[in-house]
């Protein structure tokens, strides 16, 4: 049962899309669906991740949707809060069904569950006058699959952990619930909320490990985010800042 107020109210359930996001774009292309409309997919067959990066899930397994919000009282240079809210309640919404405090964000926007991938967040902003004008959010998240491409470096699923089967369609309706709780934090401006719970949230948050830049390896420590977004790491008493793709976590 949806028990949000907007996001997910205008739901459009595919039997099969090439992306949700693509999707969204296309309705956006076409008129303004009200805000929270959401887009649920059966089978997403050119699923995308950040900078291109391909997303693979198995067809009816998992988790492959997006909403449309228009976070037109945000200015550009603040989107990146954006994405703290969305990750926080894609976060929570995981919590809430492992009943364990090992789920984490891989900063900019990835979900972990101890050192495994549950599964990931593509943000499309649109921007006019200075102002974020419409934000398209893609969610992926692992559900109900655990035979996974070998390729995949470390991924893992509700069901791997659990042991459980899910119904998808219910927990995307959970899934709106938490979105739109971290959503109106953000109408609200409440800025250093989202930065605190989302810096508490970090995978590795003040943990000494392994990092490449290039082909160069170094040790270093998770301090926080930036407010442009750039991820802070010390390392040999140096403050580095880093855009996304610019630095890779070693994990083991």
């Not at 699923?47 to 945000?74: C, E, F, H, K």
């Not at 789920?103 to 101890?114: E, G, S």
Request: with cysteine; charged share 25%.
């Amino acid at each position: 049962m949806n028990e949000s107020l907007f996001i997910g109210r205008s739901l459009t359930v595919l039997p099969s899309v090439d992306s949700t996001n693509n999707y969204a774009k296309e309705m956006l292309s076409k008129s303004k669906p009200i805000e929270g409309t959401a887009i649920l997919a059966k089978e997403q067959y050119a699923g995308r991740g950040q900078m291109g990066n391909s997303w693979q899930a198995q067809p009816g397994m998992n988790l492959t949707l997006s909403v449309i919000l228009y976070p037109d009282y945000l200015d550009a240079d603040k989107q990146f809060y954006l994405n703290m809210a969305v990750s926080l309640g894609v976060k929570d919404f995981c919590e809430s069904l492992l009943l364990d405090d090992a789920v984490r964000i891989k900063w900019p926007n990835d979900i972990y569950h101890a050192d495994n991938k549950l599964g990931g967040i593509l943000i499309e902003n649109s921007i006019s006058g200075g102002k974020l004008a419409s934000s398209i959010i893609g969610i992926g998240l692992n559900i109900n699959q655990t035979e996974f491409d070998p390729s995949a470096p470390n991924p893992t699923s509700l069901k791997r952990i659990t042991g459980k089967d899910y119904n998808i369609e219910e927990l995307a309706q959970r899934l709106f619930s938490f979105l739109e709780k971290y959503y109106l934090q953000l109408r609200q401006l409440h800025f250093n909320f989202l930065d605190r719970g989302y810096t508490d949230a970090l995978y590795r948050y003040q943990q000494t490990h392994e990092y490449k830049k290039g082909e160069q390896t170094f040790k270093g420590e998770i301090n926080g985010v930036a407010k442009d977004g750039k991820l802070i790491i010390h390392s040999n008493g140096k403050e580095l800042r880093f855009a996304f793709k610019e630095v890779e976590y070693v994990i083991p």
